[in-house]
Structure formats: C-alpha cells, structure tokens
C-alpha cells in the first residue's frame, strides 16, 4: 500500500496526509508485519499503520498527547508486554541501536515474543512476575523508559516499584491505568484522581489522558523520575 507519510511531533512516529490521519512507525524489519497491521510504502521507507485500538501507546497519541519522551537508542522496560502489539512499534521507534526488556508472566505470550525476538533483536524476552522486580534484576540495565500496561489491583504500586529499581534519573515513564482492574465500585475518574496523587508523591507528572473511546475507563500517565 502507497500512501503519502509526513512527520509528527514525536521521534520516529509518523502520519499519513489527507483527511484520515493514521499514525505510522518505520518498519525495522521490512516486509514483516506483527499483528496483521497495513504496511506502508512511502519514498525509500517502509511503515507499518499503528491501530489505536489495540495500543493504548498509539491511542494516548490519538488523544492529543505534546509528548511521549520515547527517543531513538533509548533503553527499555515494557512490563506487560504481552504477544508484542505496541512492544513491536516501540522497537521500531528505539531503533537498532535502542532495546526492549519484554516482560510479562504468561508462557503461551511469552512464547509470541521470542517469535518476535528472533526477527527484532533489539527486543529481549523475560517471563516474569512484575510484582517481583527483584525476580529479574539480573537480566535488565538500568533504563531510560519504563512503559507498564498490567491489569492488576496494584498497578500503580508495580509501577513504583519497578522504576525505584531500574528508571534512570531523569528518565521517563508511562503507566497504562486499567481503572476497573484497581476498583469495579469506583468511578474511574476518581481511580484516575487517587493514582495520579499516588505518582505525584514520587514523580512529576507531565500529562495525564484518557483514552476513550480507543480504550474504555483507561488513563495514560506520562511522568519523569525526579
């Protein structure tokens, strides 16, 4: 498929022109696709269409995000990476130079992901608890990105914790927030408003989104470790 690609704001995300704006990455491993996305031929370059309803990453960029923070060569830690969605554009955005420790507790995604890994050697499987960082200390460097997409009660607590390990000063992460996952009783609104006090203790928050009608009763995070 042709189609004219232009520039965004963010590194290496892109947009198609006209009145249907999709957002693209650069495909690191051309003629492969991940999860049945489009491909893309534009110039010299090859795209792979990035689908916001089945990436909560494309879907706070949808939202109207001024930032992501996520940079060429950047290092990092994705927990809940699953069969690899955004996992796969996020190692298109780092780069060949960049990498990607992909976490998540389930062998049959796990599975997915070395099949991944082995056309993506900038993405590096690790079937793990993220509730037990220390569990897999050994095998992830310091990081410059954090990125947590985790359906669980305690996902905000999960998310410290693994930054207080393994963020660089100064680096940034993201919490992808599944409201009814923390409290079905509660208002998501007021699950948003009790987590992002939460972070704001530890962190500076730089943006905060939901991410409707993409993903329902969900609020991205963007923050900085101080």
Known sequence: MKM???????????????????????NLVPGKSVYGEHLVSSGNFEYREWDPTRSKLCAFIMKGADQICLKPNDIVLYLGAA?????????????????VFAVDFAQRVVRDLIFLSEARPNIAPILAD????????????????????IAQPNQAEIFLKNIDIFLKHGG???????????????????????????????LTVIDAR????????????LCKKK
Do not use: W
């Open 172 to 202: 940034f992460a993201m919490l992808a927030l599944k409201a009814r996952s923390v409290d079905v009783t509660r208002k998501p609104k007021e699950i948003f408003e009790i987590v992002r006090r939460q972070l704001s203790e530890r």
């Open 4 to 26: 004219q690609v232009k520039n965004s704001k963010f590194y290496e995300v892109f947009e198609t022109e006209g009145r249907t704006r999709k957002i693209l990455t650069k």
């Open 130 to 149: 993220a509730n037990h960082p220390e569990s897999y200390a050994y095998l992830v460097t310091g990081v410059d990105f954090l990125y947590q997409d």
């Open 83 to 99: 069969s690899g969605t955004t996992a796969s554009h996020v190692s298109d955005i780092v780069g060949k130079d960049g990498f």
């Open 210 to 221: 939901e991410l409707g009608p993409f993903e329902r009763d969900h609020c991205m995070f």
